[in-house]
């Protein structure tokens, strides 16, 4: 098959494209500079521009453009987050939909979604929420709309925290347990959304394959872990000590409205997912964790 990213430089970006490529797929990438190799098309999201014959010879366009969500949420930051997805995921909804024969369009999305909601389980029909995440994504997904109206069929990622060795999110959270000075977030009993690299990658691929798949889908574990089991797996899985708790309102301070991410709750559960069939590698917390460790 042949696919189309953006994105492709991002960490996710980079794995997709590898994973593709060992199974013997075409994958053109979408660059803002000028094209170094033929697998790669220049493009200009904050103007519009697009090569749309590159969009209409691919089979599969994936949308995984977005700045780094990993460093303070100030003001001025805000608006690059909201920008960096929301324009890009215009361009190539609105290029798109001016296709003829449009292909597949799957776009990433987030489970900050859902915002903070506490114990209550989460579904992809489960209404957004009120944070600044939640707002971002709906932005995010509403971006999509000049393609769907036009007939495109779009499949929306809403993606938790990936667990891989080399991610930075995963060393992130790694290195207070590695250094002995790991420990819950807050209460600890908010659910954390997250799934492990393998199924991320297993679940783009069974979705793209899947006759009239289309709409939101939950990427994250079966199984909801909250934050003091986070913290319990990596402390085991390490062999290190989890009695530290970083309290709130230091969380807060040190990264602004990044804050509500990592003290909101999200009992998120991938049921269309689960009810298309997809089988998990690794459905629980430990399990993607150890996966994790087990690269490196």
Known sequence: MR????GASGYLG???RSDLARSGHDVTRLVRVPPRSPDESRWDPSAGVV???VLAAADVV???SGANIGRPWTPPYK???MSSRVDTTGTLARALAALPTPPLF???????????AGDRELEESSPAGSTYAAEMARAWEDAT????????RVILLRTGVVLEAESTAFRLMALPFRLGLGGRFGSGEQYFGTIGLADWLGAVRFLVDLPNAAGAYNLTLPVPPTNAEVTAAFGALLRRPTFLTVPGGLVRLGVGDLADELLGS?????????DAGYEFSAPNITAAIAAALAKR
Do not use: C, K, W
Not at 3 to 6: K, L, N
Not at 145 to 152: Q, W, Y
Not at 266 to 273: A, E, F
């Open 106 to 116: 799957v776009s990433q999305s987030a489970v900050g979604y859902y915002g903070d």
């Open 145 to 152: 709309s000049p393609a769907t109206e036009a007939g495109v």
């Open 14 to 16: 980079r794995m997709l």
């Open 3 to 6: 696919y189309v990213i953006s």
């Open 79 to 81: 608006r690059v987050l």
């Open 51 to 53: 090569d749309r014959d």
């Open 266 to 274: 999200r009992r998120i559960v991938p049921r269309r997912l689960l």
């Open 62 to 64: 994936v949308n995984l």
